[in-house]
């Protein structure tokens, strides 16, 4: 009897598409061998993925789940926007949301988890669903946000049913404040966040190789006015002040009333309530966003398809 080693188990999965426990059960079956593995799948219908698995999936939807303290955002992609319409679909997305939401976000640990009312994993219940709906599906991204006390506010812009859209934000207050005012600031900051898509909270969470990039560039591009470095230092700092005013959400000027910037919005809040607010986190997450899409037009995607 062959070993069924993790590796193999590993580049079945990439040949096929299928579930893990599925490849295993197939290389068991098959005493370890590759093509024999891949031909039961094929039987068992479980590799109809495979030939989906190269297609670009960057459409698809982004969808929340809250409750109280703590709340989850998901980004399930397809291939096009009819599947993200499609009512199994929407049903998967949304049970994945509840999925993250148990696992505090952790995407590993969201994929691993059981899927409702399924003895696969979510991981294996996407690739199922890649087989039944007929397109590339994946889970891309998944992220959480807590409060010992206060609320995690969320907002999905461009909704296509409550819940889930093109964009989800998060958004975690920490406070003793009525949980009613901190839903509404939370409401209106996770509102400002899906506009004005900021990089980092406060200063400290900037990158610091973006950080350092930006720095290079604003000291070359004063460089080249022919200054002295002592007055290029100062143009540096000046221009750095500019450059958190649009990368940070807590110096970010609010989209809802441009006379303030998001800080005094929150002490403004705290003051109204008679309780300290603080804005813990955000997360904004918007579909398809970094995906490399291919710009084929239909005559193109039409000939391919007879070609193949």
């Known amino acids: 009897m062959a070993q069924i080693t993790a590796g193999l188990v590993k580049e079945l999965r990439e040949k096929t598409g299928a579930g893990m426990m599925d490849c295993k059960k197939a290389l068991t079956e098959t ?11 094929r039987k068992k219908g479980l590799a109809a993925a495979a030939k989906k698995a190269g297609r670009v999936a960057s459409e698809g939807l982004v969808a929340v789940a809250v409750d109280g303290t703590a709340a989850a955002v998901v980004e399930v992609n397809a291939e096009t926007d009819f599947v993200a319409r499609n009512d199994q679909f929407q049903d998967m997305v949304e049970a994945i949301a509840g999925v ?52 995690v506010s969320a907002y999905i812009h461009n909704a296509m049913k409550p819940g889930m859209g093109k964009i989800g934000v998060l958004v975690a207050l920490e406070s003793d404040a009525d949980k009613g005012t901190l839903e509404e600031l939370g409401k209106q900051l996770a509102m400002h966040v899906a506009a004005a898509s900021p990089l980092a909270l406060n200063r400290d ?18 460089r080249a006015s022919g200054k002295p470095e002592e007055i290029i230092e100062k143009m540096v700092e000046g221009r750095l002040r500019k450059y958190y005013e649009e990368v940070v959400l807590l110096e970010q000027v609010f989209v809802i009333d441009t006379d303030k910037k998001i800080q005094a919005v929150v002490d403004e809040a705290a003051k109204q309530a008679g309780s300290e607010i603080k804005l813990t986190g955000f997360v904004r997450i918007a579909l398809g966003e ?19």
Do not use: C
Request: no cysteine; hydrophobic share 40%; glycine share 12%.
């Open 100 to 151: 993250a939401l148990a696992n505090g976000g952790d995407l590993d640990k969201t994929k691993a988890a059981g899927y409702p009312g399924s003895d696969k994993n979510v991981e294996e219940f996407v690739q199922e669903m890649v087989g039944t709906i007929g397109e590339n599906m994946h889970l891309r991204r998944s992220a959480g946000l807590s409060v010992s006390n206060g609320v």
């Open 31 to 41: 005493d370890g061998d590759m093509e024999a593995a891949v031909d039961w799948l």
């Open 290 to 308: 970094g995906v490399e899409k291919k710009d084929e037009d239909f005559a193109a995607e039409v000939a391919a398809a007879v070609g193949g």
């Open 205 to 222: 969470d900037v990158d610091a190789s973006e950080l350092e990039r930006e720095k290079t560039v604003l000291a070359d591009q004063a």
